[in-house]
């Protein structure tokens, strides 16, 4: 018996369906149904006739058609594209009629007037990633118009489609039309967006550590009060799309997008993350992450923790430069702390000085600022510990963190500034520590917490839990502009232990961040004088006195309410110094 011969030829076939579908229909029924037939009858049957397509079949939302030709299949699909974008203008958004439209080039099996296969199904699912508007085309199909249509093609990368055994690279086409989605109004604070990361390892138990960590991040982030976050619900329809950040940005209206990878090699797992401005296309931060995989709930969680730890500040600085570049006539009270931090974060009287200038506008914009207030409690407690020990600034710093605190329990870092400003008083370590607790319970991640939190404890002579608070916010922040605080706990820690060649080595990186601040030389010399160094510790004490003339080491100490047990250590060292009691 002879077996019927199955009919095969090579086509471009073209899957097309309505996005949004059931909602439109439940948005307007009978509108929707005579606007799609509207739409057939006015420009789509004509345009698929006039590029020599044949309508295999139409389902309610879709169709699927037939080409000879590759060409003729995107230029029939770009053509519908551009007619359905400029027919929208007029319509309000939620009524609008919008195609996904998918194209491959492979064998079909025809039977009767239907037509089978890989080729088709193919077509099926690479039409399902694009976006409303746009059209994806298959590796094969992109092969046949490259070079012959003048197109903006995105390389999305290879896919793996549902029920289809190999992945396929699939490419992106959006005109230039009215069809590209306006861009959205930038927030008034820095906005971010975390697209899923990619899983290269090839393992699938991957994609579900992938995406657990980056709806952890997304809830990190959403915890800092001066972010504004897109939600996971929007920033997961870009998952498995090769995407242009900056377009990404316009959609989304936020001007930072955070992306990354997850690769499994063995027993480890590579984390890369990457944070750019949507705006430039500029890397504001990058890192990579390589652990063991022996727990991978505790990799998530401390991945989360450190991406998180990290940004923060990374995001502050970029939109320090940012604020520079406005107007002065332009600036809002936020745009004026801003300006202020770069002095704030100097902790030195003349830079201090002009950090308030900016902080009292902004106050007067905002009276109830809680990190205006914060910032000039930091500002003025620095023009009392460096600049005369006047009691009025030390008062203003207590009156400034006082009120942060009261307006700022849902923000970290205003609570932490808060909290070192009245720590460094040293009168009220409690209402510190309580600050410093609230804010790590608003932002877990805050690394500038435990870093000046590790400064209090030192002082407090509680030098293991300086030292466990330091090394936490540095596994954090590692590049922290604050890290050289964390240095100071170390030496001063270890000083307190008698563990003195440690104590000079911390107080040496913590000159090497901060040259011009006088406490880290003033902590160096102290070391070197108990290892008996003494040129090198008076000439460190020389620095301290260049830095700050008045300094006086009784009344330095005091002022910080340091331990008695640290504070005659410290004393007796500095006295061998040089330095003046």
Request: with cysteine.
């Amino acid at each position: 018996m002879v077996e019927a011969r199955v009919e095969r030829r090579l086509a471009a076939i073209l899957a097309v369906d309505v996005a949004g579908y059931s909602r439109l229909m439940g948005v307007d029924e009978e509108g929707t149904l005579a606007a799609l037939k509207a739409c057939r009858r006015d420009f789509i049957d004509p345009k698929i006739a006039e590029h020599r397509g044949r309508i295999v079949k139409t389902t309610g939302d879709g169709a699927l058609i037939e080409f000879a030709s590759a060409v003729d299949g995107v230029r029939c699909a770009m053509e519908i594209q551009r007619v359905m974008a400029e027919r929208n203008t007029a319509i309000p958004e939620d009524h609008r009629i919008e195609f996904r439209i998918g194209i491959n080039v492979g064998d079909i099996i025809i039977d009767e007037n239907d037509i089978y296969g890989d080729g088709v199904n193919i077509a099926a699912r690479i039409e399902s990633l694009a976006e409303p508007g746009a059209v994806c085309l298959s590796e094969n199909a992109y092969q046949q118009i490259k070079g012959k249509l003048s197109l903006d093609v995105t390389d999305m990368g290879d896919q793996q489609l549902k029920n289809i055994a190999q992945r396929v690279r699939v490419y992106g086409i959006r005109s230039d039309g009215p069809q590209a989605r306006a861009a959205l109004a930038l927030p008034d604070k820095p906005s971010i967006a975390v697209l899923p990361f990619q899983n290269i390892s090839g393992d699938p138990e991957q994609e579900y550590f992938a995406d657990g960590m980056v709806e952890d991040i997304i809830t990190g982030l959403s915890r800092i009060k001066w972010f504004f976050v897109i939600a996971r619900n929007s920033t997961f329809t870009y998952k498995g799309r090769a995407v242009d950040v900056k377009q990404v940005g316009r959609e989304l209206g936020v001007r930072y997008v955070l992306e990354g990878s997850v690769r499994k090699a063995v027993d480890r797992v590579r984390i890369t993350a990457q944070l750019i401005d949507a705006a430039t296309g500029a890397h504001v931060w990058a890192e990579r992450y390589d652990r063991k995989s022996d727990d991978i709930f505790a990799l998530q969680d401390e991945i989360t923790l450190s991406v998180v730890g990290a940004i923060e500040p990374s995001l502050r600085l970029a939109e320090v430069e940012r604020a520079k570049r406005k107007r002065p006539d332009s600036l809002d009270a936020y745009d004026l702390v801003l300006r202020a931090l770069p002095d704030v974060y100097s902790r030195m009287p003349e830079p201090s000085k002009k950090a308030l200038v900016h902080l009292e506008r902004a106050l007067a914009l905002d009276p109830n600022y809680a990190l205006a207030h914060a910032c000039a409690a930091e500002c003025y407690h620095s023009l009392f510990l460096r600049g005369g020990l006047r009691e009025e600034n030390r008062t203003a710093a207590v009156r400034h963190a006082q009120v942060a605190i009261a307006n700022g329990q849902d923000d970290a870092l205003a609570l932490t500034l808060a909290g070192f400003s009245l720590g460094m008083d040293g009168h009220d370590r409690a209402a510190a520590f309580a600050a410093f607790e609230a804010a790590l319970a608003v932002s877990p991640s805050s690394a500038l917490t435990y870093i000046l939190g590790s400064v209090i404890l030192s002082f407090a002579e509680e030098a293991e839990r300086a030292i466990e608070w330091g090394e936490r916010g540095l596994r954090l922040s590692p590049l922290d502009p604050w890290r050289s605080s964390a240095f100071i706990s170390f030496a001063l820690g270890h000083f307190h232990r008698g563990r003195y060649e440690e104590a000079a080595a911390a107080a040496r990186k913590a000159v090497q961040f901060s040259p011009g601040f006088s406490l880290c030389h003033m902590v160096l010399a102290a070391a070197l004088a108990k290892l008996g160094r003494l040129e090198e510790a008076r000439a460190a004490a020389t620095r301290v006195l260049e830095l700050q003339p008045v300094f006086r080491y009784s009344r330095q100490l005091a002022s910080v309410n340091c331990e008695p047990t640290l504070a005659a250590s410290l004393g007796e060292a500095l006295r061998a110094a040089g330095l003046p009691e």
